[in-house]
C-alpha cells in the first residue's frame, strides 16, 4: 500500500498514523496503566469489551454479531473462508481489483481463486459477469462455494441482490470490510449481511489500531463456537484441540486502543465525509466524483479520481514536487502480480479491471485535513487535466 508519489508535508491517506498518533497518544498510555492494573496481556479485558462494543456499534439498535478480534484483517478473511468450511482446492469468487490481502487469504488456504470482472464505471464487482462466470460449463461441473465482496474505497456492494444470488447458488457470502469501516448500506453498517464480515484494524483504517489488528464478524449463532475457537489452535475450554485453528489473537493493547476510539468513529466518517465534500464543491461539473448510492453511504476510506492514463504520471510527479503525495490504489490487479500468473498459469481477461486502473488516482483524504489542504489539490488536479482531453472520471 505505498504510494507511487509522495513528499515530505504529506497529508494524505499515508500520514494519517502519524496525524492519529499526536492527537489520540494518550490512548497508549491509558491502555497500557489498563494492563498493568488488569495483569491480562492476551485476551483480557480490553479485547473482551472491544469485541462486546464493536459488535453493539455494528448493531445499529438491532441485534449485536459476535465479534473475534484477531490479529489482522488478513486472518480475519482466512478464518472465515475456514469457518465456511472451505479448504484446498475449494474454488472462491472475489473481484482481482481489490487490496492483494484479499488474494492472500484465498492463497492460504490452497482454495482456487475465481476473478470476477468490475460493474462498468465503477470499482465494485460486476453482478452480470458473476452470472455469467456461475452459468459457465467449468463452474457448473465444479461450484465455487464462497464470494468475497469486497466493499473497495469505502463504497458498498449491492449486498441484497448478493444476498439473494448467494443463497441460489449455495455459496457463503464474506464481506471483505477493510476499507468500509463506518458504510452504511440500507442504514446499518456493512459486515452484518455476509455469513461473515471482516475487518482490519491497519493504522490507516477508518478505525485504527497504532499497529496491526482486525476482527471477523460472524453473523450466524451456528457458527459463533467454530469461528472464535480458530483464531487459537482450535482449542475448547478446556485447551484442547478440537478443529483446526491458528494463532491469531488481537493484541490486548490495541483492543484498550480501539475501545478508546470507538466512540468517535462515527464523528470520524462525518469528517472524511466532510472533506469528500470539499472536493465536491471545487469538482463537481468538471469531474464525476464519488458519490452514496441509492441504499449505501460512503465513508470514504479513499478518494479515488480515475484521470487519463497518459496524464497520471505527470500528475504523479507534479505532486511529489509540490509535496502532496497522490498515490495509486493499487497498480495492477490480483491477477497481474507476477506470482499469480506464474502460479496459477494464463486466466482469462477481465477487460473492465484492466481498463479501470490504468488511470485511477487516490486523492489525499483523512478526517484531519483542512480546507486550504484540498484546495492545494485541486488547484494542482485542475490544470494538469486541462491538458487531457474531456471530461475525466472519478470513483
Not at 207 to 226: M, Q
Not at 367 to 394: D, N
Request: glycine residues 10%; contains cysteine.
Amino acid at each position: 500500500m505505498t504510494p507511487l508519489s509522495s513528499g515530505p508535508g504529506s497529508f494524505d491517506h499515508f500520514n494519517f498514523p502519524r496525524q492519529e498518533l499526536h492527537r489520540n497518544g494518550g490512548l497508549l498510555s491509558e491502555a497500557l496503566e489498563r494492563m498493568k492494573a488488569s495483569g491480562e496481556v492476551i485476551l483480557g479485558e480490553g479485547v473482551r469489551r472491544f469485541e462486546q462494543a464493536f459488535g453493539v456499534w455494528l448493531a445499529s439498535g438491532g441485534e449485536a454479531p459476535d465479534v473475534v478480534g484477531v490479529a489482522n484483517g488478513t486472518d480475519a478473511l482466512e478464518l472465515a473462508l475456514r469457518c465456511s468450511g472451505l479448504g484446498k482446492g475449494d474454488r472462491v469468487l472475489l473481484p482481482s481489483h481489490t487490496a492483494y490481502a484479499t488474494l492472500a487469504a484465498v492463497l492460504r488456504l490452497e482454495a482456487e481463486p475465481v476473478f470476477v470482472d468490475l460493474a462498468p464505471d465503477s470499482p465494485l464487482l460486476c453482478l452480470s459477469h458473476l452470472e455469467v462466470l456461475l452459468a459457465c460449463d467449468d463452474l457448473r461441473r465444479r461450484p465455487a462455494r464462497a464470494l468475497i465482496a469486497v466493499h473497495l474505497y469505502g463504497a458498498a456492494c449491492d449486498l441484497d441482490a448478493l444476498t439473494a444470488l448467494c443463497e441460489r447458488h449455495g455459496l457463503s457470502l464474506i464481506e471483505d470490510c477493510a476499507q468500509a469501516c463506518g458504510t452504511l448500506y440500507k442504514s446499518r453498517p456493512v459486515g452484518t449481511r455476509g455469513r461473515f464480515g471482516t475487518f482490519s484494524f491497519y493504522p490507516t483504517k477508518n478505525l485504527a489500531a497504532f499497529g496491526d489488528g482486525g476482527a471477523l464478524v460472524v453473523n450466524r449463532l451456528e457458527d459463533r463456537k467454530i469461528a472464535r475457537r480458530s483464531r487459537m489452535y482450535g482449542w475448547d475450554d478446556s485447551r484442547q484441540a478440537v478443529q483446526f485453528g491458528v494463532n491469531s489473537r488481537l493484541d490486548e493493547l490495541q483492543a484498550w486502543v480501539l475501545l478508546g476510539k470507538l466512540p468517535h468513529l462515527t464523528e470520524r466518517i462525518a469528517q472524511r465525509r466532510h472533506v469528500a465534500g470539499w472536493y465536491r464543491s471545487r469538482l463537481e461539473g468538471r469531474l464525476t466524483l464519488p458519490a452514496d448510492g441509492a441504499d449505501w453511504q460512503h465513508s470514504y476510506h479513499l478518494h479515488v479520481v480515475t484521470v487519463p492514463p497518459q496524464r497520471r504520471a505527470a500528475l504523479l510527479e507534479a505532486g511529489r514536487e509540490a509535496g502532496l503525495p497522490l498515490a495509486v490504489h493499487y497498480p495492477l490487479a490480483c491477477h497481474q502480480h507476477p506470482h499469480v500468473r506464474h502460479s496459477l498459469g494464463p486466466l482469462p481477461p477481465l477487460p473492465r479491471t484492466e481498463a479501470f486502473l490504468t488511470g485511477i488516482l487516490s486523492l489525499p483524504l483523512h478526517p484531519y485535513l483542512g480546507e486550504e489542504q484540498i484546495e492545494r489539490v485541486c488547484a494542482l488536479l485542475l490544470p494538469q487535466l486541462k491538458q487531457g482531453t474531456g471530461q475525466e472520471r472519478v470513483r
